[in-house]
């Protein structure tokens, strides 16, 4: 006979329990539970949802199991009931995105479980294959892997960053990673590359997330709506891979960034690992508190910059081979001079051409065509070539500094491709000797014709300034409209 109630059954289960854990998870898991009744030896609680039931099974059954077996003797048994019907709970589940998993056959409302197995109420209580894991839908976009991300000189500590986190999440320096820069430079692709990475690697091992910050702030506000902000932070307290893009949204939004510090904390502390991205480095964030500013900053920020011409080239290459198009060099060449600020634009450039190709029913697209599908898309100050470009395009060529060109240093090499930009700024604009001269840091208009008539001799004394002058030619003229 027992004369316990179940609430005094239960709170003795309390005082057990509290010392078992961590005063936060007593907090999560265990306070908002309520003892239903006691009959017998069975105790029955009421658990807020059906993945609360869940949670409880996976992790805490060995614990409840010994707990029980103290309070009520060794024919303790305990059961769940759950609080809301399944039914009206997936509904609400899906805004918020909890987990979810086919369900055995039950009882309305009811669900029994521990010490025994009933037929028809619960097939297997105490085994709950991965219910977190196999059920989160990661929300990553299959295409953004490591495979398609072309390195280069402006994003590879990013990028073998994020690939040493995708081969031991949370267990790496770089926790949280936090990736930053202009709008399509390929935070996103980057960023969703780890998570499909690790999904690849370690399958339902890792619960892995990707969510905007525009998402979260919504799916938050809706939860705090529906009473199930508890439910909000548990769930995103599992997860083991944390992704959020554009975290510069959670500026001014101080419940939201409230929320998420806690869930940061929660995960970091449990060695989970967080990834983040932003438009502007941690600290330009406005309105984010300094707290979170700091977390931000705990494990690497890393930039992506404007990719340099030869990443643009690869990228194009790429792009073209993925999207099925055969573009030649020269073409590949136009685009990466014309399109330099991002990467989308690059894209931008590739499906403009496709679709033009397949609406005209071509097979090939040459020079001339492309620059005049691309031409609306060039921008204009491109489409005139400047004195600028030129030298710009001579020192590259020739791997010099660019200001060197506009300084007065008399080096041999130095003084060769400046020869050679006042000539091609004489032949390609419109700009007169005293103009030229005056670009290249203020020299007189006799110099430009000294330039211009030395550049000339060579051409016809020496092969390989012929050479180089009619290779320089054709890549500006490929590179402008
Ligand atoms: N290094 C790269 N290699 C291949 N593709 C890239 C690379 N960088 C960016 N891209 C592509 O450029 C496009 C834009 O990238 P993404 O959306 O990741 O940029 P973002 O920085 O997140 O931009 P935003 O801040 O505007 O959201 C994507 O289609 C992506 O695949």
Redesign the pocket.
């Known amino acids: 006979m027992n004369k316990l109630t179940a609430e005094a059954a239960w709170n003795e289960c309390l005082e057990i329990v509290q010392d078992n854990i961590s005063h936060q998870k007593f907090k999560s898991w265990f306070e908002p539970i309520k003892p239903v009744k006691l009959e017998e030896e069975t105790l029955t609680i009421q658990v807020p949802s059906q993945f609360w039931y869940e949670w409880l099974e996976e992790h805490y059954y060995n614990m409840l199991r010994s707990t029980i077996a103290k309070v009520l003797g060794k024919e303790g048994k305990l059961e769940y009931s759950v609080l809301v019907e399944r039914s009206e709970r997936l509904e609400d589940n899906r805004s918020i995105r909890l987990p979810q998993r086919p369900m055995p056959p039950q009882k309305p409302q009811e669900m029994n479980t521990f010490t025994e197995y009933h037929p028809g109420k619960i097939e297997n209580p105490f085994v709950i294959p991965g219910i977190r894991k196999t059920n989160i839908d990661s929300n990553l976009n299959g ?2 892997v490591f495979e ?5 000189d ?2 590879r500590l990013a ?1 073998s960053a994020a690939m040493a986190i995708a081969d031991n999440p949370g267990k790496n320096s770089f926790n949280p990673l936090f ?1 930053y ?12 590359s780890i998570g499909n990475k690790i999904k690849q690697q370690f399958g339902d091992e890792q619960a892995v997330l990707y969510v905007s910050s525009e998402s979260f702030t919504n799916e938050f506000v809706q939860a705090i709506r529906n009473n199930r902000a508890s439910e909000f932070s548990i769930f995103y307290r599992n997860i083991d891979v944390l992704i959020v ?2 975290i510069q949204f959670f500026s001014g939004k101080e419940k939201t960034q409230e929320e998420f510090f806690h869930i940061f904390n929660a995960l970091h502390q449990d060695g989970k690992q967080i990834i983040l ?1 932003s ?1 502007r480095a941690p600290k330009d964030i406005p309105d984010i508190e300094e707290r979170l500013i700091s977390r931000f900053s705990w494990g690497l920020s890393a930039d ?1 910059q404007i ?1 340099e011409f030869e ?1 643009r080239y ?2 194009l290459e ?2 073209a081979v993925d999207n099925g198009i055969t573009l030649n060099p020269e073409i590949i060449e136009f685009i990466a001079y014309n399109f330099k600020s ?3 634009d ?2 931008g450039a590739i499906i403009k051409l496709l679709a033009t190709a397949s609406l005209k029913h071509v097979d090939e697209i040459d020079l001339p065509m492309a620059k005049n599908v691309l031409k609306d898309m060039v921008k204009s100050s491109n489409s005139q070539i400047s004195i600028e470009f030129i030298q710009n395009y001579v020192c590259e060529y020739f791997g010099i500094d660019t200001n060197k060109v506009r300084e007065k240093t008399r080096k041999q090499e130095i003084v060769e491709a400046r020869q050679i930009a006042m000539y091609l700024a004489k032949k390609f604009t419109k700009s007169s000797l005293k103009t030229i001269g005056l670009q290249f840091g203020g020299r007189d208009h006799s110099t430009v014709i000294h330039a211009i008539s030395t550049v000339e001799e060579r051409l016809s004394t020496s092969p390989k300034h012929e050479r180089i002058l009619k290779e320089l030619e054709q890549k500006i003229e490929v590179a402008t409209l």
């Open positions: 295409n953004y398609r991300y072309i390195e280069g402006c994003n990028r990736v820069g202009g709008t399509g430079l390929g935070k996103t692709h980057l960023i969703q893009d554009d991205s438009d992506l990719p990443t690869a990228i790429r792009k991002n990467v989308r690059l894209e």
